[in-house]
């Protein structure tokens, strides 16, 4: 019941949090009564489709996350005890990220830490909360800043926002645009919660037009199949590398000359939990890494 509560706190469904310990949702839903009935008063209530904390829930919020916290790091302590080489780290990420970046970086970790286990999430940067804050996600590669104060996020790099054109656009040969080129255009976008929608918008108010938003999307690869499919237009992260050498019946990216037209990539981890040796140590790496310039993200 308590890590119900804690995951519909931090910002997820109901759905999402039956789907996340597989049981039904009205089995959540009686496990969160049976929590207010424990305590006495009630920990959340309805706001639009949304479960918000009440005032009481924001108050006992911080000493569940911290009980579970502590619950949490003594049984994997006691496991990296027995073996410390084979711990296991616990990461989400964005897809976005998890087609190039992240492969990469476990790749080059595995070498030196072969035995070193992990498990993977998916994030999006449309969750309210970073999933490093309820405690079950060691380290996070996200493209948004986290809003919560009990949250570190470390830069790590810069990526280049491209306007992503169908095969035989008139925009298609170019190298490089200016977003203003684009005002009379079909926009493919993220649905509104996720952070580079919201740049996508003030890059558009910028170059002086608000964009014509035909379709809306939660996930960037399928915003780049939709533009491949000629249905508009989409501004996007890329890798320099897969500018303009898109394949045949596939998107074309060009490069956006407007100023800001790049997103920015971390890594975030819980500032009320200590890492366990095996995910400090990917942190340490990671972090070197970075700063040695082994990632042309440019």
């Known amino acids: 019941m308590l890590r119900f509560f804690q995951q519909v706190a931090d910002g997820a469904t109901v759905t999402e949090v039956a789907e996340l310990y597989q049981v039904s949702q009205p089995g959540v839903s009686r496990g969160l009564k049976r929590l207010d009935d424990e305590v006495g008063t009630p920990l959340l209530e309805r706001s639009g489709r949304l479960l918000r904390t009440t005032h009481a829930g924001s108050a006992f919020k911080r000493h569940v996350d911290g009980a579970l916290h502590a619950l949490d790091d003594g049984l994997a302590a006691i496991e990296e ?5 084979t711990g296991t780290v616990r990461v989400a990420f964005q897809l976005s990220l998890g087609t190039w970046f992240v492969p990469d970086v ?10 070193i286990r992990f498990h993977f999430e998916h994030s999006h940067d449309a969750l309210g909360s970073s999933l490093v804050a309820g405690g079950r996600i060691d380290l996070e590669f996200t493209a948004r800043r986290p809003r919560n104060p009990d949250v570190s996020w470390q830069w790590l790099f810069q990526q280049p926002l491209c306007l992503a054109v169908p095969p035989g656009h008139l925009l298609a040969d170019r190298d ?3 977003l203003t080129e684009a005002a009379g255009e079909d926009f493919v976008m993220l649905r509104p919660a996720w952070e580079l929608r919201t740049l996508s918008e003030e890059l558009c108010a910028q170059a ?14 399928v915003v780049r199949g939709f533009v491949a499919a000629g249905l508009g237009v989409a501004i996007v ?6 500018v303009r050498q898109a394949g045949s019946g596939a998107e074309r990216l060009v490069r956006l000359t407007d ?26 790496h990671v972090l070197k890494s970075m700063s040695a310039g082994r990632r042309d993200t440019r």
Not at 106 to 115: D, L, M, Q, S, T
Not at 208 to 221: H, Y
Not at 237 to 242: M, N, Q, V, W
């Open 237 to 242: 992260p890329a890798l320099a590398a897969e």
């Open 106 to 115: 476990i790749a080059a970790f595995r070498r030196e830490h072969p035995r």
């Open 81 to 85: 005890l027995l073996a410390p080489e």
């Open 176 to 178: 490089q645009i200016a």
């Open 259 to 284: 100023p800001g037209a790049c997103r920015e990539v971390g890594i975030a981890w819980s500032k009320n939990r200590r890492l366990l040796p095996s995910a400090e140590l990917y942190l340490r």
């Open 208 to 221: 002086g037009f608000v964009p014509n938003v035909a379709f809306e999307e939660d996930d960037i690869p």
